[in-house]
């Protein structure tokens, strides 16, 4: 089992950023998938960032790459999304999530099985 706890959201205006933190316990191993989720009112939740656990590897999706960038720190088994120049069509509730193993090879949310409650981000324009 594993547990999620996002925090560092908020509101700014556009232009400005933000460092969103996870807080994970529990088991995680190698080749699992972390990944950042958000999903704004009305909308999909969308994937926005993905690393693989212990490795180097990171995925964006288009609308967020050169602006966000996603981090580790295996030791203290925090995640983290460095979100700069937010724009207003940035805002949304932000979640943590992991998958089983995988690599990040399959990035759709169904596969991640542990969530974090969310922290929201709104940006101002």
């Known amino acids: 089992q594993v547990q999620l706890q996002e925090s560092g959201g908020g509101s700014v205006q556009a232009g400005g950023s933000l460092r969103l933190s996870c807080a994970a316990s529990?088991?995680?191993?190698?080749?699992?998938?972390i990944g950042w989720f958000r999903q704004a009112p009305g909308k999909e939740r969308e994937g926005v960032a993905y690393i693989v656990y212990g490795g180097v590897s990171t995925y964006y999706t288009d609308s967020v790459n050169g602006r966000f960038t996603i981090a580790q720190d295996n030791a203290k088994n925090m995640l983290y999304l460095q979100m700069n120049n937010l724009k207003y069509e940035d805002s949304a509730m932000y979640y943590c999530?992991?998958?089983?193993?995988?690599?990040?090879?399959?990035?759709?949310?169904?596969?991640?099985?542990?969530w974090g409650q969310g922290t929201q981000v709104t940006v101002s324009s």
């Open positions: 529990g088991a995680i191993y190698r080749n699992y998938c």
């Open positions: 999530a992991v998958a089983r193993g995988g690599s990040c090879g399959n990035r759709d949310a169904s596969v991640f099985a542990y």
